[in-house]
């Protein structure tokens, strides 16, 4: 067989994914978000966890969460997690980022192109958190819980990867790359348990089963 039909092949393939912003990762030069804990200290946190039945969705809306509040002025937080996460970041004069790359590890992709194209995820979902105890908090620790950048809450990844998750805890969706998995729900419990908010048995299992076999 001659080699051009497949060397034609990559050729386009490169260029399509020039077109299209994709690019092969490299997660090894990529650096996660802050705060996610050892093994041993999510283990311990998942344990201190109270278990129990969510709540209703009754009464939820996002506005009660008021998110991308400005975090280190003038940037928002959606701004500054898109500039601590991405690489080669260049931002206007109001921190809007006007060009760079994100990795997205929640399905194993870099994205170089159009910032609209990525989203910032809240770990714990704001539904999931108003149905595990955020419905009896206050606005102000709400608005702490949407923006806050210190901890593994907040998370550039693709749309794509961000619509599919929805409000899901780990027994109902996880990330396909397999290898994002452990620091995944060691997020997940370190949120949960710093923001004293539950889990439900299966849950709680869920997650146990992944930290023994993927941590």
Partial sequence: MSPFPRALSVVAAVVLAVVLGW????SAHHV?????????????????????????QTGYDRSLFPHWNVVDSPCTARQHVLVRDGHSVVTDGNCQPTSGRWYSAFDNV???GDVSQISVDHMVPLSEAWKTGAADWTTNRRRAFANDVDSPQLWAVTVSSNSSKGDKDPSQWMPTNRSIHCDYVKSWVNVKHRYGLTVTPSEKSSIRSTINTDC
């Fill in 23 to 26: 690019t092969s990762p490299a």
């Fill in 32 to 56: 996660l978000p802050p705060g996610i804990p050892g093994t041993s200290a999510a283990q311990s946190q998942l344990n201190s966890l109270t278990v129990r039945a969510k709540g209703p």
């Fill in 110 to 112: 870099w994205w170089g």
